[in-house]
């Protein structure tokens, strides 16, 4: 029973792929009547297509070509812009979607209780070798010093423990702490850029 429903699931997607291959095709070719029918006809297959907006799929134009491409849902990720950038975006979708039957979602991916670095006073390169303080407190991230948002972590953090920023992608070194300023004193392990709201992992 679980191998016919699996199967049944992968028909059902090949159909849908091989559906929005043929509507995409024809969307591509000379004004027709079979173009037109396709441009205009709401998705109602079982799988959907789900594309998260960024910065460089955000505009009209783009945005008008992705759902003739086939796009059912628009994933808009909160843990990164700002909230006002968000609602022009959401506009967007909603006067396209108007446009072709209010046939598009909307999901909001609202940011969880990750930790994660906070504001920045503009995105930085650190290298291998730099100096840099950690702490919890609300500031604005230099070069020098940043936030991240865990609120014990000066307490839980001694000389010789790592902190990964970026998912992983930086490393630092706690070589020790100012408990007056609530602030680790770190050493940069794994070169690269840090800006806001980017996920960190303390694996002590």
Not at 33 to 46: G, I, K, L
Not at 148 to 156: A, G, H, M, N
């Amino acid at each position: 029973i679980t191998l016919c429903r699996q199967l049944s699931t992968m028909f059902r997607i090949a159909n849908k792929i091989g559906a929005r291959l043929f509507a995409r095709h024809n969307l591509l070719q000379p004004f027709s009547a079979t173009r037109a029918f396709a441009a205009q006809q709401p998705t109602s297959w079982n799988c959907k297509i789900v594309c998260t907006i960024g910065p460089a799929s955000s505009s009209d134009e783009v945005l008008e070509q992705m759902i003739l491409a086939g796009m059912d849902v628009c994933r808009l990720n909160f843990s990164h812009g700002k909230y006002g950038e968000h609602q022009e975006t959401f506009d967007k979708i909603r006067r396209l979607g108007e446009k072709y039957e209010n046939q598009i979602a909307v999901l909001c991916d609202i940011q969880g209780p990750k930790i994660r670095t906070g504001r920045m006073k503009e995105p930085f390169e650190v290298a291998v070798g730099d100096k840099i303080r950690v702490t919890p407190d609300d500031v604005v991230g230099t070069p020098q010093l940043i936030q991240i948002s865990y609120e014990t972590l000066v307490q839980d953090l001694d000389a010789g423990d790592f902190i990964f920023i970026n998912d992983g992608t930086i490393k630092l070194e706690v070589e020790g702490k100012d408990a007056a300023k609530n602030e680790l004193l770190c050493e940069v392990k794994t070169s690269g850029k840090i800006s806001d709201n980017k996920g960190c992992n303390i694996p002590s």
